[in-house]
């Protein structure tokens, strides 16, 4: 199995930046899409951006030109470039690993982290 393990999370000012990491522990083998989702209270979770194993990303449209997903090239790293943040940015961020193994696809979900963002 996998295990995200998610870090980067904190306050920050409106128009600030962070980034998040999120890193695959465990059996990390044919890991294919990464992503990051968020929820905010009272919120859906929602797909803030994802990348595949051949590089190709995928964002919401409310975080296109602001957020930048990428991995590291052993493609057990994803990382979120979160620039110019508003405070509808600030919610719990969660880190999605979908794994391929045989016929199967699995999907492992991070516990969470913080992002708030004062205005």
């Known amino acids: 199995q996998v295990q995200p393990v998610e870090s980067g999370g904190g306050l920050v000012q409106a128009g600030g930046s962070l980034r998040l990491s999120c890193a695959a522990s465990?059996?990390?083998?044919?890991?294919?899409?990464m992503g990051w989702y968020r929820q905010a209270p009272g919120k859906q979770r929602e797909l803030v951006a994802q990348?595949?194993?051949?590089?190709?990303?995928n964002y919401a449209d409310s975080v296109k030109g602001r957020f930048t997903i990428s991995r590291d090239t052993a493609g057990n790293t994803v990382y979120l470039q979160m620039n110019s943040l508003k405070p509808e940015d600030a919610a719990v961020y969660f880190c999605?690993?979908?794994?391929?193994?045989?016929?199967?696809?699995?999907?492992?979900w991070g516990q969470g982290t913080q992002v708030t963002v004062s205005s």
């Open positions: 999605k690993i979908e794994q391929r193994r045989g016929l199967y696809s699995y999907q492992y």
């Open positions: 465990g059996n990390s083998e044919s890991i294919n899409v």
């Open positions: 990348i595949n194993s051949g590089g190709s990303t």
